[in-house]
């Protein structure tokens, strides 16, 4: 049984940090393509980062440079670390791993408000 969990999320203030984890058992993260996703209030889910089966990381045009995304495979676990939060960064953060077959976390919400 596939199983992905994200923790980390909570209430910040604008320009704090949060960082963001995945555990997951049942499958390797190393031969996955892991992604983070979001999904705002009334929008639709968007990719907010990935990292690639050889290490190759790319972000959303919106989080470049404030967020980074990281696998440690001893550990089987991906992280985000989100920097410089902005308001528009609140949504529910979940935790994606794709090889053709497709596994989702159940998901961590983020709300950044003053």
């Known amino acids: 049984q596939v199983k992905l969990v994200e923790s980390g999320g909570g209430l910040v203030e604008p320009g704090e940090s949060l960082t963001l984890s995945c555990v997951g058992s049942?499958?390797?993260?190393?031969?996955?393509?892991m992604g983070w996703y979001r999904q705002a209030p009334g929008k639709q889910r968007e990719l907010v980062a990935f990292?690639?089966?050889?290490?190759?990381?790319n972000y959303r045009d919106s989080v470049k440079g404030r967020f980074t995304m990281s696998r440690d495979s001893a550990q089987n676990t991906v992280y985000l670390q989100m920097n410089s939060l902005e308001p528009e960064d609140t949504a529910v953060y979940y935790c994606n791993a794709r090889r053709g077959d497709v596994y989702w976390g159940q998901g961590t919400q983020v709300t950044v408000s003053s």
């Open positions: 049942g499958i390797s993260f190393s031969d996955y393509t």
């Open positions: 990292f690639s089966v050889s290490g190759i990381t």
